[in-house]
Structures are given as C-alpha cells and as structure tokens.
C-alpha cells in the first residue's frame, strides 16, 4: 500500500530555512508526479509545489524565489526546500502523489508542522 512519510519540519525564525523530506513506498516513485501542500490553521489546504516525472516543476506565486522542490528517484524521495521563511507559511506540510493508478493517486502523507516566529 501507499505510505508517505514527511519530515522537516519544526520552529525556526523568520528569514530562517528548513528542508523537508517526504519518503515515498508502495508506488513507482520515478514515473509518479508529486506534490507539497499546506494547510494552515483555519484555512483551506493549497498546493506549495509539484514536481513531474521528468523533473518540470511548479510553484504557487507566493513561495517562488524561496522555496525549491526536488525528488531523489535513487531514495524515493520528494524535498521541499524553504528558505527566507515568513510567518504566514506557518502550516501542516503534506507531501501527495499527483499520478498513478487508482487507489494510489491523491494519497496524502500525514504532514509535518512547520512554525515560523516572527
């Protein structure tokens, strides 16, 4: 079955960074499109950034410039990296499978909390 591990996050500063990791099993992760979404409190989950199978990626206006998604195909790994952080990406970060058959596209992980101070 689909699991989906993310890992990453914590509590850091303002203009501070972290990385993120989402560590893929049960799916063929090098031919599989994938995504970081954020949920933060009160409000509707978004998506951050995607990633194809061939590497072209995708960001919502709010995190370009800042944040850069990469995947390890070796590891079956997806990354987030994050950098000049603000306080309103204070979020959940779920990492989710974007393509594949059914009953493996949509998969969410269980998400990792990141908190930014200001």
């Known amino acids: 079955q689909v699991q989906l591990v993310e890992s990453g996050g914590g509590l850091v500063q303002a203009g501070g960074s972290l990385r993120l990791s989402c560590a893929a099993s049960g799916i063929f992760f090098s031919v599989s499109a994938m995504g970081w979404y954020r949920q933060a409190s009160e409000k509707q989950r978004e998506m951050v950034a995607t990633?194809?199978?061939?590497?072209?990626?995708n960001y919502t206006d709010s995190v370009k410039g800042r944040f850069t998604i990469s995947r390890d195909n070796a590891k079956n790994t997806v990354y987030l990296q994050m950098n000049s952080l603000k306080p309103e990406d204070t979020a959940v970060y779920y990492c989710?499978?974007?393509?594949?058959?059914?009953?493996?596209?949509?998969?969410w992980g269980q998400g990792t909390q990141v908190t930014v101070s200001s």
């Open positions: 989710r499978v974007l393509s594949g058959p059914k009953g493996v596209v949509g998969s």
């Open positions: 990633i194809m199978s061939g590497g072209t990626t």
